[in-house]
């Protein structure tokens, strides 16, 4: 099997952006590469039940080769926090150069890069586990029925502020998207009742479908996927329901260099407000 | 104005009001609101404060649990677009301080561009927000408690160092000199039928040492010392001679004194008659000062009984003014060790000392009667600590 691509500086950014989202909600990763899209994938664990999906098209990259028996797709584990490492130093470069390297009978990802005083560097990220066919399916996306709304999201940062103060009343933030283009929070105790409602939001689908959903999630769940606005360079965003199933985030990176899905399920009953 | 019952439609997203609101205010920005109440804020998660309101304006009154402090927070009714209170004129009734911050600042810190309406409804007791910035909107609705006769929080006396306001026949602190202890337990006691009016104590007795001064230096002061590790208490000097205006503390260490000394620009107005030291709990001394980071005047006074009274000036952006005072009674005990300038024996008569006269001598102030931007009138009747009346309009006039 063999795996190298090489990232410019806009792709660097993009991919370093994903990898740190990914930091944000887990410790370690898969990654599944194919001719067509390098993925990332985090489905729920011991700490979260919250997943996300990163897919990388070939605009990310200015080179990509990858060959495999299987396919040519190479599926792995890895350890985000050394693959960010290595990707890190390599921040202000123009080229980066990563494969798929062995070093000492360990496999791993090799990032090269030149830094600005002309020194080529090397950091190697090793992977945990290979993943085969029936592995990477533990890994794969939630199959679920279309959502019930879809809005595009407020200021992300406007969304995490109001998150973070409601976060000092409460565990749990009801939201509720409507068809009318309003996107409520709201945390409730017996102390007080917290209610923030965005107005005036478009939604990408067309049509009515139902006139609001509501899902009750965990607000430190909600703020840590919402830090992509704070890593990355995005372009849409859209928040959907699916009701008592999961709540769904969907950023599209700018220059259609990929997308970011994160899934935070919500099956309690809600009655919405 | 009598609005319909709801039908009790659970899927309605919007509250329906049921009867009028016995409050309605608007503010064109809850910053100064926002400012005004993170003066008197600890920080803590119960945190109540006593709101009341009448015509005059909106008072929150918070008092620190060892009952050794009391800050206030005033807005004049002047600086909201709408002001509508029913009934007998004056409301009052405690919330949560710290939630109420929560919700003001939903948006972040910058609330120049929020819109803010309050209201009060007896029927649900909830004191209500609604803030709108853009196409942004907050509601918020948090339960009051029924505050009529009771104490600002729970009468706990911290026995370390109160010690004397426990025992009236314990009397082991000698002879007290300032009457701090008198003055405590008619606190205490005022405090089980009324709320404790630390102004008005203050005022009951004389005022002997005044200064203002810029808030930006006090802050400074107060940060020296606050970095100073295990210093429990901390020494103010006011006197008509040097140093003048001195805060002094010792920690595990080290220690710290910062001068004011006369004739710099930080301070005006200096009146002092006397010569005195007092220690204040280094704790709440960092309480009464919160606000410094958000004025720009602080009217400092202490009076014969050694409590002090910082009364500090915020001025928005757009002018608008308002004002947080702290009273922090001073530790019992003798302070004149840490005196080190203080020539015992001689009689402090020197410096600027103007005859005192309560009543009849001009000055500096904050907020003088003229000044109709503030939320001070003078006073038109003696503050009595057991009138449940809101807002004491007691400024210091001199």
């Not at chain 1, 990408?204 to 009750?216: D, I, L, N």
């Not at chain 2, 608007?26 to 309101?53: F, M, P, W």
């Not at chain 2, 009138?377 to 001199?398: C, G, K, L, N, R």
């Amino acid at each position: 099997m063999r795996f190298k691509a090489t990232l410019d500086d806009t792709g660097l950014r993009t991919f370093l952006a994903t990898a740190q989202c990914f930091s944000k909600v887990c410790d370690e990763c898969a990654l599944h590469m194919s001719k067509e899209s390098f993925q990332f994938r985090k489905v729920a664990d011991a700490e979260s039940d919250a997943m996300l999906f990163a897919t990388l098209g070939m605009d990310a990259f200015t080179s990509y080769d990858i060959a495999s028996k299987a396919d040519s797709t190479i599926s792995v584990l890895i350890k985000v926090g050394n693959l960010l490492r290595a990707f890190k130093s390599a921040e202000q470069s123009d080229k980066v150069v990563f494969k798929l390297t062995k070093r000492q009978g360990v496999p791993c990802f090799s990032i090269i890069a030149e830094t600005l005083s002309g020194l080529s560097v090397t950091q190697d990220a090793p992977i945990s586990t290979f993943l085969t066919v029936e592995g990477l399916y533990a890994y794969r996306e939630p199959n679920l029925r279309k959502p019930d709304i879809s809005l595009y999201s407020p200021d992300p940062k406007h969304v995490r502020m109001v998150l973070e103060r409601m976060k000092l009343l409460d565990k749990f933030v009801t939201l509720t998207l409507t068809c009318k283009g309003t996107m409520q929070l709201q945390v409730a105790t017996e102390i007080a009742v917290m209610r923030t409602k965005f107005q005036g939001l478009d939604s990408p689908v067309e049509g009515s479908g139902v006139g609001k959903a509501s899902a009750r999630l965990n607000v430190t769940e909600f703020i840590r996927a919402m830090q992509f606005g704070v890593v990355s360079e995005y372009d849409k965003v859209i928040f959907c329901i699916v009701s008592k199933e999961a709540m769904i985030i969907y950023v599209t990176f700018e220059d259609d260099m990929g997308t970011l899905t994160y899934y935070l399920p919500c099956p309690w009953e809600d009655d919405g407000v | 104005m009598a609005q319909q019952r709801s039908s009790g439609n659970t899927q309605q997203s919007e509250q329906t009001v049921r009867s009028a609101p016995a409050f309605r205010g608007t503010l064109g920005s809850a910053q100064v609101l926002y400012t005004t109440l993170r003066g008197i804020s600890n920080g803590k998660k119960d945190q109540h404060a006593t709101c009341e309101l009448d015509a005059q304006g909106l008072q929150f009154v918070v008092t620190d649990k060892s009952l050794a402090a009391q800050g206030l927070a005033n807005l004049s009714s002047k600086l909201f677009e709408v002001w509508d209170l029913c009934g007998n004129g004056s409301l009052r009734f405690r919330v949560n301080l710290t939630v109420l911050l929560q919700c003001l600042g939903i948006l972040g810190k910058e609330l120049t561009d929020t819109m803010l309406k309050l209201s009060y409804h007896d029927d649900e007791e909830c004191f209500n927000l609604h803030l709108v910035e853009g196409r942004v909107v907050t509601e918020c609705k948090i339960r009051t408690l029924f505050d009529e006769l009771r104490a600002d929080g729970p009468v706990e006396i911290d026995n370390d160092d109160h010690a004397s306001m426990d025992d009236d026949d314990n009397d082991d602190d000698g002879d007290n000199d300032d009457g701090d202890d008198a003055v405590r337990r008619s606190l205490r006691a005022g405090a089980r039928g009324a709320r404790a009016d630390f102004q008005a104590d203050f005022r009951s007795a004389a005022t002997v040492n005044r200064m203002v001064v810029k808030s930006a230096q006090l802050r400074d002061a107060f940060a020296e010392l606050g970095e100073l590790t295990g210093a429990a208490t901390v020494a103010v000097l006011m006197s008509p001679k040097k140093p003048f205006f001195r805060l002094s503390a010792d920690g595990q260490l080290a220690s710290c004194s910062v001068d004011f000394p006369q004739g710099d620009e930080s301070f005006s107005s200096m009146k002092c008659e006397e010569h005195m030291v007092r220690t204040y709990r280094a704790s709440l001394l960092q309480l009464a000062g919160r606000a410094l980071p958000f004025a720009d005047k602080t009217f400092v006074r202490m009076n014969k009984h050694g409590t002090l009274g910082l009364q500090h000036l915020i001025q928005q952006s757009d002018g608008v003014k308002s004002y947080v005072e702290f009273y922090v009674l001073s530790d019992a005990g003798d302070a004149s060790h840490l005196d080190q300038d203080h020539d015992n024996g001689e009689d402090e008569h020197g410096g600027l000392t103007h005859p005192y006269d309560d009543a009849n001598s001009a000055g500096e102030q904050l907020a003088s009667p003229a000044d109709s931007d503030h939320g001070f009138e003078a006073p038109t009747e003696a503050a009595d600590p057991s009138q449940a009346s809101a807002f004491s309009s007691t400024h210091s006039i001199y």
